[in-house]
């Protein structure tokens, strides 16, 4: 059996480990004290396609499936968690049920903007009563015609700040349990939706966590990801 990486994930792995250390470390200590991501070091990621590296060449990604995504982010992993953790959230949680679980209207609409780095994209799970027990929620989604109404607070959501898509859980169906929660496509445009309070974080800098808070949010009924419940 051949354990080697094929040329194109050799080549890549060579770009972003070049990358890395010759301008991400460079400006580490700035991210850390500033806590901010320098906007170069962003379109420079935009423009090797590290935000599309979960995403099918299709839709405008990488299309190097899950060992060529490992193998990048091994490199990823060699510098400032908190551009690591910006990147890792969008390529992971942020996109990866959208390639998964996503319609081709779905896919078509969003992958290549996220792909790209237009646009960035996030994951909405935890709630301040619920944690991480994810059956917990209590953010809700009731239909009203072509619309879903939604409610209801999350928060500790990486990449809230900078997101323009985000994936939210919310119960469609209370005594269904884990049954009865729907996933939804969550543009940052959406009437009734907003980013609240930012978490201070001692570790994690560049990287922003915070709440977001959905107030009679409406989602359009196609932008339900996957089946209700």
């Known amino acids: 059996m051949n354990f080697k990486f094929d040329e194109e994930i050799q080549f890549l792995k060579k770009n972003v480990r070049d990358f890395v250390q010759t301008e991400v470390e460079a400006v580490a200590m700035a991210i850390e004290k500033e806590d901010k991501i320098p906007e170069r070091i962003i379109e420079m990621s935009k423009e090797m396609g590290l935000f599309g590296l979960s995403i099918p060449a299709e839709y405008g990604g990488l299309g190097i499936g899950m060992v060529g995504k490992c193998a990048l982010y091994e490199e990823l992993g060699a510098t400032h968690n908190g551009y690591t953790t910006l990147?890792?959230?969008?390529?992971?949680?942020?996109?990866?049920?959208?390639?998964?679980?996503?319609?081709?209207?779905?896919?078509?609409?969003?992958?290549?903007?996220?792909?790209?780095?237009?646009?960035?994209?996030?994951?909405?799970?935890?709630?301040?009563?619920?944690?991480?027990?994810?059956?917990?929620?209590?953010?809700?989604?009731?239909?009203?015609?072509?619309?879903?109404?939604?409610?209801?607070?999350?928060?500790?959501?990486?990449?809230?700040?900078?997101?323009?898509?985000?994936?939210?859980?919310?119960?469609?169906?209370s005594t269904k349990g884990a049954k009865g929660i729907t996933s939804f496509i969550v543009e940052k445009d959406f009437p009734g939706f907003k980013v609240g309070a930012v978490e201070p974080k001692m570790g994690l800098k560049g990287s922003h966590s915070a709440e977001i808070i959905m107030e009679d949010c409406e989602v359009p009924v196609e932008n339900v990801l996957g089946e209700e419940g």
């Open 87 to 173: 990147i890792g959230a969008h390529t992971g949680i942020g996109t990866v049920g959208i390639v998964e679980l996503g319609n081709e209207e779905q896919k078509q609409k969003y992958l290549p903007d996220l792909a790209s780095g237009k646009k960035i994209g996030a994951f909405a799970l935890t709630e301040p009563s619920a944690g991480s027990n994810a059956v917990a929620l209590k953010t809700t989604a009731v239909r009203n015609g072509d619309k879903y109404i939604l409610n209801g607070t999350k928060h500790y959501i990486t990449n809230a700040t900078e997101a323009d898509v985000f994936t939210v859980m919310a119960v469609t169906d």
